[in-house]
Structures are given as C-alpha cells and as structure tokens.
C-alpha cells in the first residue's frame, strides 16, 4: 500500500515561493496520476495540481503560472513549486494518488 509523507510548508509574505514535497513509499513511475490538492479553513478540498503517468498536467485556474507539478523518478516524489504566493492560497497542502492521502503540510501566506 501507497504512503505519502509531505513536505516544505511554512510561512511565507505574499509574493514569496515554497516548494513542497510528497515522498511516496513505491516507485512511482506505476501511479497513474498525482496530484496536490488543498484545503482552507471552512472550504472544501480542493484540486490544485495533478500529473499523470503519461506527464499530463492539470492546474486550477486560481494556481496556472504560478505553480508547477513535477516528479523525480529517482526519488519517488512528486514536488509543487508556488511561486507569486498569495494570502488566499493559505492552506493545508495534501498529496494524493487514488484514494490514499499524505497527512498534509500547513502553507500559511501573510499579506
């Protein structure tokens, strides 16, 4: 069974970058798809980020050209870079593949 460790939150002032990272504990290379997703206070969870097995990649609207899925092959991780943060993408970050979820990692951005 899959287990995902996330890392990388932390406090940032708007406009700054995090990269937060997702350890997967098999190779991931046999995970049809990726993703990150997020959740506020008082909000649904949401889709941020995802990549497939083939290298699709998917972005909420609200993240497009800011943030950046990748993966290392080497590494079994998955990483989200977020660059030109904003207050409102204040969440906890959770990585996902299938139904199974890492433990999720705090992103809180301070205007």
């Known amino acids: 069974q899959v287990q995902l460790v996330e890392s990388g939150g932390g406090l940032v002032q708007a406009g700054g970058s995090l990269r937060l990272s997702c350890a997967a504990s098999?190779?991931?290379?046999?995970?049809?798809?990726l993703g990150w997703n997020r959740q506020a206070p008082g909000k649904q969870r949401e889709l941020v980020a995802s990549?497939?097995?083939?290298?699709?990649?998917v972005y909420a609207d609200s993240v497009k050209g800011r943030f950046t899925i990748s993966r290392d092959y080497a590494k079994n991780t998955v990483y989200l870079q977020m660059n030109s943060l904003k207050p409102e993408d204040t969440a906890v970050y959770y990585c996902?593949?299938?139904?199974?979820w890492g433990q999720g990692t705090q992103v809180t951005v301070s205007s």
């Open positions: 996902n593949a299938g139904h199974t």
């Open positions: 098999v190779n991931i290379f046999s995970i049809a798809a």
């Open positions: 990549i497939t097995i083939g290298g699709t990649t």
